[in-house]
């Protein structure tokens, strides 16, 4: 599995630590280990024009998923059934809004850079907020791979 980590943002972002996060969270997805992930991060003014660009809606966004191939399990977060390579996608993140948020939600930029992280790959698996249901499963199955995350990197 490769996992692409390409910081434009002008942000000191552990590239690493946020590399570990989304393996951790492909892994426990149990996702194809030949599936390739990008995440992209971003300064506000480049998250802005893709948020216009691709939502149509304006100012910058915490972030945008993009997704590649399909998987060949049709289900959400279903690994594939081959050893075909698949392309996820790219997840974008913009450590500016993500430290105004952490600020707002009581924690560091990191948790949240880790939270965001974990949505965008969420999505390009296939899970989606658009209603009621689709959010409670959705955050519910985000809530507890980041939970599992904190825990797995937490000193014993």
């Not at 946020?18 to 300064?43: G, Q, T, W």
């Not at 660009?53 to 690994?79: R, S, Y």
């Amino acid at each position: 599995m490769s996992i692409d980590i390409n910081n434009e943002s002008g942000v000191n972002v552990d590239e690493q630590e946020l590399s570990r996060l989304a393996r951790f969270v492909l892994d426990e997805m149990k996702i194809n280990p030949l599936a390739d992930l990008s995440v992209l991060i971003v300064d506000t003014d480049a998250m802005e024009t893709l948020h216009v660009q691709w939502m149509d809606e304006p100012g910058p966004t915490d972030v945008l998923a993009f997704p590649m191939d399909e998987l060949h399990d049709p289900g959400p977060g279903g690994a594939a059934e081959d050893d075909a390579p698949a392309l996820l996608g790219d997840v974008v993140l913009c450590p500016q809004v993500a430290e105004k948020q952490a600020r707002e939600a009581g924690h560091s930029m990191v948790d949240e850079l880790h939270l965001l992280c974990t949505h965008g790959i969420l999505h390009l698996l296939g899970y989606d907020h658009a209603d009621p249901e689709q959010e409670k499963e959705m955050f519910g199955l985000q809530a507890k791979l980041v939970s599992g995350w904190q825990e797995q990197r937490s000193p014993r």
